[in-house]
């Protein structure tokens, strides 16, 4: 079946600061790939995606790779800021899931001033 | 126009009781899904129905009801409430391939 690991948090780190949360993923064919973020007392929105390999997904600065040879989508951001603090979900999509989202555990961020 | 309304936003009750979360989408998708947020905030699949037709039932206590009046339309019905139930559930819509996939803003459910 599908399953996604991604790095155990809290990842706490300092404004401007280089943020990588690493996700792998285990996935029959070809999923899809989502990263989603909850602020806090929010509901879930999506952040970016990539729908096959060596996609870039990309917004408000973050950016993920699917790479589909070490079955990864590294959420990565050049300088964090404070109001980037929030819990961040990697996901995959197929058809082996009935098109259900399978989510990571969850990263939490929390960046400081 | 919000695109996934769910109500209420807050529910608190007590063990026993029957309660409904109620779920609507103006997108024009024609499936729907109902997610569960524990409290170490990991989200899972309950059900996801396509066109009123249920496609994902997911491990869940028969407790849990969903019901698909419509397309537009899918609501989570629980009886004898657990404290264990206690979560925030997403609805969600999609297009059946997944595609456009868009999230309520969930109910946090409290059993007392």
């Known amino acids: 079946g599908n399953s996604v690991t991604q790095m155990e948090g809290p990842v706490t780190l300092s404004e401007e600061a280089f943020l990588t949360i690493n996700c792998t993923y285990t996935?029959?064919?070809?999923?899809?790939l989502f990263w989603y973020v909850q602020y806090p007392g929010e509901g879930l929105q999506l952040l970016l995606k990539?729908?096959?390999?060596?996609d870039k997904g990309s917004n408000k600065g973050f950016e993920a790779t699917y790479r589909k040879e070490t079955t990864s989508f590294h959420l990565e951001k050049g300088s964090v800021l404070v109001s980037d603090s929030a819990v961040y979900f990697c996901?995959?999509?197929?058809?082996?899931?009935?098109?259900?989202?399978?989510f990571g555990k969850g990263t939490s961020l929390l960046v400081t001033p | 126009d919000t695109a996934v309304s769910q109500t209420p936003k807050y529910l608190v009750t007590q063990m026993g009781n029957d309660k409904s979360i109620k779920c609507e989408q103006n997108?024009?998708?024609?499936?729907m899904y109902w997610y569960k947020q524990d409290s170490k905030k990991f989200l899972k699949i309950m059900f996801s129905?396509?066109?009123?037709?249920?496609?994902i039932n997911e491990t869940v206590p028969n407790r849990f009801s969903p019901k698909s009046p419509d397309k537009a339309h899918l609501n989570l019905h629980i009886n004898s409430l657990e404290l264990g139930d206690s979560a925030v559930y997403f609805c969600?819509?999609?297009?059946?391939?997944?595609?456009?996939?868009?999230f309520g803003s969930g109910t946090r459910l409290t059993v007392v």
């Open positions: 996901a995959l999509i197929n058809s082996n899931s009935g098109y259900a989202l399978n």
């Open positions: 969600a819509s999609s297009q059946r391939t997944g595609s456009g996939y868009t």
């Open positions: 997108l024009g998708h024609d499936t």
């Open positions: 996935a029959t064919g070809y999923p899809s």
């Open positions: 990539a729908t096959k390999a060596d």
């Open positions: 129905y396509n066109n009123k037709e249920l496609i």
